[in-house]
């Protein structure tokens, strides 16, 4: 792909999805080094989020959103648990490296407004771990917030599956899903 070619693919993406997958390839990654992947200038980036700390919380923002998005797809009201269960592994693993973006990045622990966030995003995860429970679907016993991070646990290891080549795409829903059941689930 040739430079101008590639710079117009890059200012088609938006730039958080990009700085996502640079933070998440790079942990530590500098503001430059988002800067250039989004084939922007650091002055540029800057003016939009004055520090690496802003452009964290924004990745964060913009994570919780897409992911409350799918949860919202996935779990309507009123949807039998465990078609909403299915619905949700199959939603969530593709956004496997939005979850290792909020998981990874140890500054966003220290921004209470996006934990509470977060925590508003699980309210209907917990829910539908419940109903799963009083539907027979979950071992006794097993927490609700276990559940629910047993089920981002398994959603992210199947993307990092998928990314590494490791699994195949349409494999990795349902050996989530399947792991998710066979770990805290009645059949288990």
């Known amino acids: 792909m040739s430079v101008r070619n590639r710079t117009v693919a890059l200012a088609t993406r938006p730039l958080l999805d990009i700085a996502a997958e640079v933070l998440v390839r790079d942990a530590a990654a500098a503001l430059a080094q988002v800067a250039a992947a989004a084939g922007i200038g650091r002055t540029t980036l800057h003016k939009r989020y004055p520090t690496r700390q802003h452009l964290l919380v924004a990745v964060a923002e913009d994570s919780l959103d897409i992911i409350e998005g799918a949860i919202a797809d996935a779990v309507p009201d009123g949807r039998d ?58 071992r006794a016993g097993v927490a609700p917030w276990w559940a629910v991070s047993s089920l981002y646990a398994v959603a992210y290891t199947a993307w990092e599956g998928v990314a ?18 066979g770990g805290i689930g009645a059949r288990g």
Not at 81 to 107: H, M
Not at 113 to 129: N, Q
Not at 166 to 181: E, I, M, S, V
């Open 81 to 138: 648990p465990a078609a909403a269960l299915r619905a949700l592994v199959d939603a969530l693993v593709p956004l496997g490296p939005r979850l290792e973006f909020l998981l990874r990045q140890p500054s966003l622990d220290a921004e209470p407004e996006l934990m509470a966030r977060w925590a508003r995003v699980d309210e209907p995860l917990t829910d539908l771990m419940t109903r799963a429970a009083a539907a027979g679907l979950l």
């Open 164 to 181: 590494e080549g490791r699994l195949a795409p349409l494999d990795a829903p349902a050996l989530a899903h399947d792991t998710l059941l």
